[in-house]
């Protein structure tokens, strides 16, 4: 069926590529749906996915101390931490188990996941005092990074617990839409030997690694619905040799007092190995039969049995943090003055700032993605941590105003003392992001990750009349980052290639802000009173200087307003008063 235009200039003939998702959600055309349900056997409504897990935690350590001098000190420990794999109180636990012969749904799969042993943590630090005022340190060490359960729960949620069946659109084949939620009649389970899955309706009774007939209970759920069409059903796992990564620190830093002022600059250097990370081994929605292997396809192309996406937890990521901090600080109060400033120069690398899934940040319109645009080259993933910032300083001080020498002494001590006037400070360089195309380039499949080619620089401003106009070129700043579509060798429905732009390879605009409070402490009752009542009165002024601070802009170069900064990085400049009573 043939979508038309206001204009009539862009149609869009019937069984033709839709250009974005936003055609898509704009006229209901949906790419892909899916939903979840869960069988009769197990809890429904609210209480869907809800599992008894159970995990044990177990480490021990030693550390010492031995002062080989009085100037020099040695710190060293070993640290080792295990924890059990996860299990659940009625056995409701299954995954996906990867055979030369392909993929297999396993219920009851004890163990889920191989055990892992490796949790020695060793740490090394010195204590030099070269002189009275300076003092050098240095250290390392290993931190074991234990699976948080969130990772390890990937058991609880999967098939035949929760069913999520998934559909796509192919040609001929489109995704009927609905504005109502449809109830979704699922078959009884069976096993491959032919059995039921749970005869006596009793999860304990469950034999350990089971193998579900997931091609039956898909020609069984085909049958109860309306258009009788198969689809594959989506499934979780755990890579084969899923186990705990580590981190590994290591620093330097020089102290020196200068009279009631300490200097102190450092090196920081961190390394994160082996760190969980999902995995897509079946391709994302959509994916052509060359990068789906575990998935079903009829004649036409279309889709129809096994799997879907298979989000595999696994070990695949690395991290690495180099930085100079660099401080002074003073906090005596002598002539009424205390403050402290710091500066650091960092860069932080990964391939993933995320574990589990990207965020779209609301109103922003930029999308921070944490798969790869290829499952298949991590590599091409490594990059500027989302967090990473350049340069970043801040400093903070507070000042006595003594306002009982000045002629106001005359109003009385009460009136005259107590007087503060505080003032805080930061300002940082823009955090990276990455462009993203909004369309699917190659046979992968499509989740929001292709990134485009890029033949030019753009000058990143907003200092520019049009000031949200990051990229400068207004309606044309996708002429910067062509998409690789209808490409020679190229995949997919629209026959493209990845792209060659690298992830955050743009940074956003810098942060400033800068805060001020007056603040003035009145005691009340009697001055020989230990426990006397202090009345508290603050003016405080946030962004004083009312600075802009811009927000990341919209990154997909098919999205609306690409190039385009739509929302603040903080808030304009805010006065408060308050009034409190300290006691």
Known sequence: MAIRSRSGLHDIAGGAQLPDSLTGLLTATPFSYTITAAPALFPQGER???????????NVFIQDTWKLSSRLTLNYGLRYEVESRIGEAAHLTSGVEFRPDGAHMIVNNRPPYPMSWKGLAPRLAADWKVDEKTVVRAGAGITTLLLNLWQQNFVTGGIPFVVAPFSTAAPGSPVPFSNSVTAVPLPRMYTTSGSVLYPTGRSMDLASNTEMDLLRFERDLAALSTDKLQRPISAQAFGQSFHNGYIGSWTASMERRVSDVTLNAAYVGTAGVKLPRMGFSNGYAGADPAFAPYTNFDASGRAESGFASIVTMENASHSTYHSLQASVSKNSLRAGLGFQASYTFSKSIDDTSSVLGGFLSGSSGTILQTAPQNPRDLRAEKGPSTFDIAHGFSCSAIQELRLQRTPLRALGKRAAGGW???GLGSMM???????????QQTGVGSNGADRPDQIGTPALSTSRTVREDYFGLGANNASFFPIPLGVAGGTGPNHGRFGTLGRNTLRGPA????DVSLVKDTPIGPAANPE???????AECFNIFNLVNFGLPANIVLGPGFGMISRTAGPSRQVQFSLKVVY
């Open 420 to 422: 503060q006037l505080v």
């Open 511 to 514: 942060f400033h802000q800068f």
């Open 48 to 58: 869907m996915d809800d599992a008894a897990v159970r995990r044990n935690a177990y």
């Open 429 to 439: 360089t823009g955090a990276p992001f990455t462009v993203y195309s909004g369309i």
């Open 532 to 538: 006397r009542v202090v009345m508290q009165f603050r």
